[in-house]
């Protein structure tokens, strides 16, 4: 009650120190500073109380006033951070010793400075080893450079469009005899680096040089040293295939002959679809496009099918307004609905909006069937074809057509496939635009590679087609449920061209779920495996070798599920079955297989790095092997069997959850793998002595395995996505125009076809209105869109546009998905890959993976692993924490 | 010293008010500018802050027969103004009188600068070509570096331009600027597309949008980039000063 009156009357009692009344009002007053000062977050407890007089008084009559620049009674608070005095706990005393023993024993001699010297002393070494190779090979550069320009001449040739046949036929005919041997004499050389068998001194040896000479060429910049390094690789490469051929198997056992022969074919496989995947992305064209005649009237007629089956009217409708607003003479461009579904809705909408619906008696042969028949109603020179959510921007056809006006033979003009909404992979993973996905490299580098041997493969959408030729090889192929790579092969076979062209002129949605994403992976999967069977690239007529390698490498990638799981299950044998499948000493295998890991993984760093990090590809590789592997196996078997299934796009997950269904496999997989590492640690622990260096190799591997399967893992655990429309982040100057005659300048945050989300200096400049128009530009042009304030803090402003009519929607749309430029940095913004930062996101990546597993699993598994991580929280609580050697204030 | 020369294609076009926010804006960008308020309303002095009953300016001293380089003021933000000055209707008939007889003396009050501390002069001409001194402009767009005509988007605008010959000869040797437009008024963007097209050659790359933080800083005395920072129209003061710069180093390289 008088606590309570003094209060009102603003007068409150300092809650301080007991004893102090003992003392002189100037130590009063020091003394209640100081007590206020150490008191914690939460306050004193009444130990704590005592604890700091006892401890204020004996600094105040034992210690110099400043101890090392220090208030000596802020001492304990300094020494021992991670202590509060003003509220101990019950570990504290541990704490406290554990901390004064570091403090007293261990800090002074601390190891961590000699490390900092060790590792600077490593660095400058490296540096200084590595100026000394550079400096050694500058006899080199010439050669170097020399043949950098012979390549920079062939690829002119090979751009100049007449060029295709004649860089075919012509590397054998215009070789001179002396380049022939010179030639011949290389293969017998490298034949020789490849077979000869090596003691472990001269292996280690030929090892240590070719890696130098790697880490030598690694410094040049430009395609021709890369090109040495894809030599060095296959060296290496080649030379641990053949040592593990003839070398390696273990012929007195039958499961370890077995077993090792499983593995050494997986191993061929990684290496064909190594050395393939050099060949192919060995010169990637870069084809620039091509300039269009000044005359528009001169340009020809285009078709535009928008093939659709069971997606929602909305997301159609965004490509129609998207190809409403395409830049092409709109007398010469007709827009056609090939609607599958045969849906009233749409029928009406193609009338509103002026466009031609087709729509067929029957449904056979899916979506192929259906651009088949939509074939026969239309007659445009040039078919371009967009799935119905891939939105084409205005510059579609003015940056394509060039090329196909140029070149006669061209018969198809490829373009990426670009998504602005975050595939299974980015959106349970959580790195959306931050580390590349899994099509970047296909679209990124992989068919820009087999553009320079004109072998570009159709991809179903977001190319354009000439007709003729399409009709020539009687339409889209149907006979596989690839129907794209499909039909791109028989028009490669009938002697037709084909370019790609890198920019993403064009962008949609990607999957929506893992299932449907895995869904969408088996039936291409399958599909390729079905074309290698009925229609093997590798035979038949046609085709040029380098189209035959192209193709055959595209669909050799498909097969990696079985050698994938091989890979992920291989170590298991010698740790739980106890087999030698590698039948080697432990120090020779690395001796081996390390340069050949690492020379392939430096080079494909260096050849990929901008749109596949180093390791993720296996992570992708993971998730996907145990389902492609049956339906990969049984179309090569009988291709005939199976269903095309549609992709199902456009959908929302209502609420976080695990995938267990998906997951199953790979649960297994780490399940075995954890039963693998246990019994690997029983045997280093109690088993024979010169097994261990062969447990240690295998067990690393285990790890490894189970690093990419968390990982995979991750990719199990759905995240919750409640937007229906997608929101693309941007960052678009606009202006704001207020009813009031204001004009805000803003800046658009990201755009969805509902709204906007903007970005002003003041929310106050709003000046609370709830409505407001924006003024979007696109090229020279402004356009005024209405919106609808949903909120405004902080200098953010969420907005929904109202109903527009139909010209607005189409403007909408083309100022932001169908915009030029929307796309293109998109690439750009992805850093180069460094292969250690790229090994520190799979772990992080693994890590999250773990712990959604583990919290995920059946009753009482979650319940012990929260438990363990408690113990471990409170345990780091007794780690001593570094003292700064500054004071603090 | 570079001379921009400023006057519109009718009246209303906000020659004054761009005079005053473009010489803002160049002292922003760390030029130093003076503005010569060449109109008898005498307006531009009030954009600089001087007072509403300051009655000294160049023609106040030219009829007192005193140098006229007594009657400048210097904004808060360094940039300077010569004020036309207050005159009564007798003075400023006799005014026109004397200039009649030395068409070259506003030109001779600019060469007279030239040896000043100055980066840019600005000449607000805001009457029309018919405006009392019309006989000055000969000489004065023989000295200018650029000159910049203002106008807005409307129909009279776009017909004066287009057909009357008074305007095409105009048109030659000065830019085009288009002042206050109203993107979201289907005519003036329509017209805006239209002088696009057709004046390709002499148009401005940006326009300045109508924004009501233009009167409203023009209203509290203050320069319209410390009013409204945030405001478009700054933001097209801004672009333009930095397009004038560019022109006038073009001009000279």
């Known amino acids: ?430 790195n959306f635009r931050k580390i590349p996905n899994e099509g970047n490299l296909f679209y990124g580098l992989i068919q820009d590679g087999n553009d320079l041997w004109g072998g570009t493969f159709f991809c179903g959408s977001c190319a354009i087609l000439r007709r003729k030729p399409l009709e020539e090889v009687g339409g889209i192929a149907v006979e596989t449920v690839t129907e794209d790579a499909h039909t791109s092969l028989r028009l490669h076979r009938r002697g037709y061209r084909s370019a790609y062209l890198s920019a993403p002129i064009s962008a949609g949605l990607a999957t929506e779920t893992l299932s449907a994403h895995i869904g969408q992976r088996i039936r291409w999967a399958r599909g390729m495996a079905q074309i290698l069977r009925i229609d093997n690239p590798l035979t038949g007529r046609g085709l040029r070798w380098q189209q035959r390698l192209c193709y055959f490498n595209a669909m050799l990638h498909f097969l990696s599920g079985v050698p994938r799981l091989i890979f992920l299950t291989a170590p298991l044998a010698f740790l739980l079955l106890h087999t030698y499948i590698i039948y080697a000493p432990a120090l020779v295998l690395l001796m081996y297989v390390v340069p050949h890991m690492v020379h392939a993984a430096s080079v494909n760093s260096i050849l990929q790095g901008k749109y596949r990090y180093s390791f993720w590809g296996e992570v992708y590789e993971s998730v996907l092997a145990w389902y492609v592997a049956r339906p990969t196996t049984v179309a090569l078997f009988a291709p005939h069997k199976g269903t095309f299934n549609v992709t199902a796009k456009g959908g929302v997950i209502e609420r976080d959850y695990f995938d267990w269904v998906i997951s199953k496999p790979y649960i297994t997989l780490v399940l075995l793998n954890v039963a693998g590492v246990i019994w690997g640690i029983v045997r280093i622990v109690s088993g024979p002595s010169e097994e261990i260096s062969a447990v240690i190799i295998n067990l690393t591997w285990t790890f490894y395995n189970m690093l990419i399967l968390g990982a995979a893992a991750a990719v199990g655990g759905e995240a919750k996505q409640v937007r229906t429309a997608p929101r693309v982040e941007v960052s678009i100057p606009v202006s704001l125009i207020l009813h009031s005659g204001h004009r805000i300048q803003a800046k658009v945050r990201d755009f969805s076809f509902d709204g906007l989300r903007l970005e002003i200096a003041d929310c106050q400049l709003l000046q609370n209105q709830t409505e407001l128009n924006v003024a979007l530009r696109r090229a020279n042009e402004e356009f005024i869109f209405p919106l609808n304030i949903v909120y405004a803090s902080n200098g953010v402003v969420g907005t929904r546009l109202p109903p527009l009519s139909i010209q607005q929607t189409i403007d909408y749309v083309q100022c932001t998905f169908a915009k030029a430029d929307t796309w293109v940095n998109w690439k750009e913004a992805y850093d180069e890959d460094v292969p250690a930062i790229s090994m520190g996101q799979v772990i992080g990546a693994a890590g999250r993976g773990y712990n959604r597993l583990l919290t995920n699993a059946p009753k009482p598994i979650p319940q012990i692993y929260a438990g363990v991580v408690w113990m471990l929280r409170g345990l780091t609580t007794f780690q001593p924490r570094s003292v700064s050697t500054t004071a603090r204030n | 010293m570079k001379i921009i020369l400023l006057h519109s294609v009718s009246g209303g076009s906000g020659v004054t008010t761009v005079t005053a926010n473009l010489s803002a804006a160049l002292q922003n960008l760390g030029h130093r500018c003076l503005a010569i308020d060449c ?118 605008t776009y017909r004066l331009l287009v057909s009357h010959p008074l305007y095409s000869q105009r048109l030659m040797d000065s830019k085009l600027l288009l002042n206050s437009v109203k993107t979201e008024n289907e005519l003036q963007k329509d017209l805006l597309l239209v002088m696009r097209h057709e004046f390709e050659h002499c148009l401005a790359p940006n326009v300045i949008h109508y924004d009501a933080s233009v009167p409203e800083a023009f209203a509290h005395l203050q320069a319209l980039k410390a009013y409204a920072p945030e405001s478009a129209a700054a933001l097209d003061f801004h672009l333009l000063a930095l397009w004038c710069t560019n022109q006038l180093r073009q001009a000279t390289e």
């Open chain 1, 1 to 430: 009650m008088r606590e309570a009156l003094r209060r009102r009357r603003g007068i409150i009692t300092q809650r301080a120190i007991l004893i102090a009344p003992l003392f002189k009002p100037w130590l009063q007053n020091e003394l209640h500073h100081q007590y206020n000062c150490l008191k914690g977050a939460g306050g004193y407890s009444l130990t704590g109380k005592v604890l700091v007089t006892v401890w204020l008084l004996f600094a105040l009559t034992f210690l110099k006033p400043r101890i090392a620049g220090i208030e000596s009674w802020r001492l304990l608070q300094y020494l021992f951070p991670h202590i509060d005095l003003s509220r101990p706990r019950i570990g504290d005393p541990l704490r406290a010793v554990v901390q004064l023993f570091w403090l007293l024993f261990i800090r002074p001699y601390s190891a961590r400075r000699s490390a900092k010297g060790a590792a600077s002393a490593i660095r400058r070494v490296n540096k200084r080893s590595q100026k000394l190779l550079t400096l050694s090979l500058g006899w080199f550069k010439p050669l170097l450079d020399s043949g950098q320009q012979a390549n920079e001449r062939q690829t002119e040739a090979v751009v100049n469009a007449d060029l295709n046949n004649k860089f075919a036929a012509s590397f054998w005919h215009n070789m001179q005899w002396r380049d022939k041997l010179l030639m011949l004499l290389i293969v017998l050389l490298s034949l020789l680096c490849i077979t000869v068998p090596f003691s472990l001194e001269a292996q280690a040896i030929f090892v240590c040089a070719l890696y130098l000479m790697a880490r030598a060429l690694q410094r040049m910049p430009g395609r021709f040293s890369s090109m040495l390094l894809i030599v060095l690789s296959l060296v290496v490469s080649t030379r641990y295939i053949w040592w593990r051929t003839t070398n390696t198997l273990n012929w007195d056992s039958t499961t370890g002959l077995i077993l090792g022969l499983v593995l050494l074919s997986a191993e061929l496989y990684a290496w064909l679809v190594l050395l393939l995947g050099y060949f192919q992305n060995i010169w990637p064209l870069q084809r620039t496009p091509q300039q269009l005649p000044d005359d528009p009237e001169t340009w020809p007629t285009i078709d535009l099918f928008i093939p659709t089956y069971n997606e929602d009217l909305d997301v159609v409708k965004a490509t129609v307004y998207a190809s409403l607003g395409i830049d092409w003479p709109q007398h010469k461009l007709n827009i056609h609905i090939l609607d599958d579904g045969k849906r009233d809705s749409f029928r009406d909408f193609a009338a509103e909006v002026n466009v031609n619906y087709i729509r067929r008696p029957h449904n056979n042969h899916a979506k192929a069937g259906n651009i088949n028949y939509a074939l026969t109603k239309t007659n445009a020179e040039y078919v371009a074809i967009f799935d119905c959510d891939h939105i084409p921007t205005r510059a579609f056809f003015q940056l394509t057509m060039g090329w196909l006006l140029k070149d006669p033979q061209l018969a198809l003009v490829q373009t990426p496939h670009h998504f602005y909404s975050p595939d299974p992979f980015e959106r349970n993973l959580a």
């Open chain 2, 39 to 156: 109109a008898p309303e005498n307006v531009l002095a009030l954009h600089f802050g001087v007072a509403t009953d300051t009655i000294a300016g160049w023609a106040t001293s030219t009829r007192a027969s005193q140098s006229w380089s007594d009657s400048g003021f210097e904004a808060s933000d360094g940039s300077r103004v010569l004020p036309f000055g207050m005159l009564t209707e007798a003075a400023l008939t006799q005014l026109a009188d004397t200039l009649k007889k030395q068409p070259d003396y506003l030109a001779a009050i600019c060469q007279a600068l030239h040896g000043q501390p100055l980066d840019f002069l600005l000449l607000d001409l805001a009457s029309p070509i018919t405006g009392c001194f019309s006989n000055q402009l000969c000489a004065l767009q023989k000295i200018a570096d650029f000159s910049l005509l203002i106008a807005r988007a409307d129909t009279q």
